[in-house]
């Protein structure tokens, strides 16, 4: 499974439907940035919202560390024409200067490839973000599900 579709997936992260305060604001600013970030396919602003010990963990428990995982980001962005992301955020919890935000999050990726379908990544997880030199960075994201597939184009007539 393609990592850094999940935080392109992380279309990381969008159109926020969530309730007033479930999300501290910083965190919600974060997320919203991300998202123009993904939108642009901007590869450089999108690195500067992860720590630089970031790991993201798949559902099957297997780890990726920041640097495997951007790789993968930037021959995602490549390929990209463009990307659109949804995102609603479920809970948040915050301990030891941490800040744990469960996510749905969908994203999809348009090629510069004719004839390509979209790419559509459904993730599940949690991100947690801490506050490095005064910034937010998102450390970690463990996903209880990573789905990839393809969008079938819808038959005329």
């Known amino acids: 499974m393609n990592k ?34 993904i939108r642009k396919l901007d590869i450089k602003s999108f690195e500067m919202s ?32 463009s990307a659109t992301v949804k995102i609603k955020f479920f809970d948040s919890k915050s301990h030891d200067g941490l800040v744990d935000v469960s996510f749905d999050f969908t994203t999809k990726i348009s090629s510069k490839l004719p ?22 960075v998102m450390v970690k994201t463990v996903d209880t599900k990573m789905d990839v597939t393809t969008e079938k184009k819808k038959k005329k007539g």
């Open 4 to 37: 850094p579709l999940i935080v392109l997936s992380l279309g990381l992260m969008a159109a926020t439907s969530l309730a007033a305060g479930t999300v501290p604001k910083v965190i919600k600013a974060r997320y919203t940035a991300l998202e123009g970030t």
């Open 115 to 136: 004839k390509t379908p979209k790419t559509v990544v459904h993730e599940v997880g949690t991100d947690t973000w801490k506050q490095v030199d005064g910034q937010w």
């Open 50 to 81: 992860f720590s630089s010990d970031y790991v993201c963990v798949d559902p099957q428990g297997n780890s990726q560390s920041r640097e495997d995982f951007f790789a993968e980001v930037e021959k995602l962005f490549a390929d990209a024409k």
